[in-house]
Nanobody, 122 residues
Framework: AIQLTESGGGSVQAGGSLRLSCIGS????????MAWLRQTPDKEREIVAT???????VYYRAVRGRFTISRDNDKSSVSLQMDNLAPEDTGTYYC????????????????WGQGTQVSVSP
């Protein structure tokens, strides 16, 4: 079965940085879209960033220029470097995947990880 193992969440002050990592198994990693999704404290769900198998990345407007998604197909891993964090970035971050190309809607993703908490203090 598809498994996504996340790490890197934590608490940071505004302006700080965190790096999230995810290891995927149980599927042909290099062919699959990988993504980072988040759920805010008010339960809103957002696509933070997606990355195609060939490395093409798309970012949620609110994080563009501050976050960077990357993948290493040889290691079946995807990372999210988050810089200049703000309190509105607080939420539960999920590693997610979908077969082939990346969806444009958060609810379409086939598989989600367990999530890792990110808390940004003023």
């Amino acid at each position: 079965a598809i498994q996504l193992t996340e790490s890197g969440g934590g608490s940071v002050q505004a302006g700080g940085s965190l790096r999230l990592s995810c290891i995927g198994s149980g599927f042909e990693f290099r062919r699959y879209c990988m993504a980072w999704l988040r759920q805010t404290p008010d339960k809103e769900r957002e696509i933070v960033a997606t990355i195609e198998g060939d490395g093409e990345a798309v970012y949620y407007r609110a994080v563009r220029g501050r976050f960077t998604i990357s993948r290493d197909n040889d290691k079946s891993s995807v990372s999210l470097q988050m810089d200049n964090l703000a309190p509105e970035d607080t939420g539960t971050y999920y590693c997610a995947t979908d077969v082939l190309s990346c969806p444009r809607y958060v609810d379409v993703f086939d598989d989600w990880g367990q999530g890792t908490q990110v808390s940004v203090s003023p």
